[in-house]
């Protein structure tokens, strides 16, 4: 069982970008996923999740500008990251559960100019 996430990077204030996370060894279909990041010195906080029926929710923090949507033929999640600010800066982490929590190895996104 993995999760293999990609696109972080160095994006300036009021900028984009979009992580993946690719899924292996799982039913992936009927897997809800999520996003978490941990910033510099903090905990781990929930972004956003997106359930098998594709609903979604939010973090208050990301709401509106963050979208999480999922491509089941991909067997990957994305998390669309728009208007980003300095605070948004942290490594982003993947995660479903699959008889246990998995968490894939995090992606460093830092907002900077």
């Known amino acids: 069982v993995q999760l293999q996430a990609s696109g972080g990077g160095l994006v300036q204030p009021g900028g984009s970008t979009r992580l993946s996370c690719k899924a292996s060894g799982i039913n992936f279909s009927i897997s809800a996923m999520k996003w978490y990041r941990q910033a510099p010195g903090k905990q781990r906080e929930w972004v956003a999740d997106?359930?098998?029926?594709?609903?979604?929710n939010y973090s208050d923090s990301v709401k509106g500008r963050f979208t999480i949507s999922r491509d089941n033929a991909r067997r990957t999640v994305y998390l669309q990251m728009n208007s980003l600010q300095p605070e948004d800066t942290a490594v982003y982490y993947c995660?479903?559960?699959?008889?246990?929590?998995?968490w894939g190895q995090g992606t460093l996104v830092t907002v900077s100019s």
């Open positions: 995660n479903t559960f699959w008889r246990n929590e998995v």
């Open positions: 997106i359930a098998t029926s594709g609903r979604t």
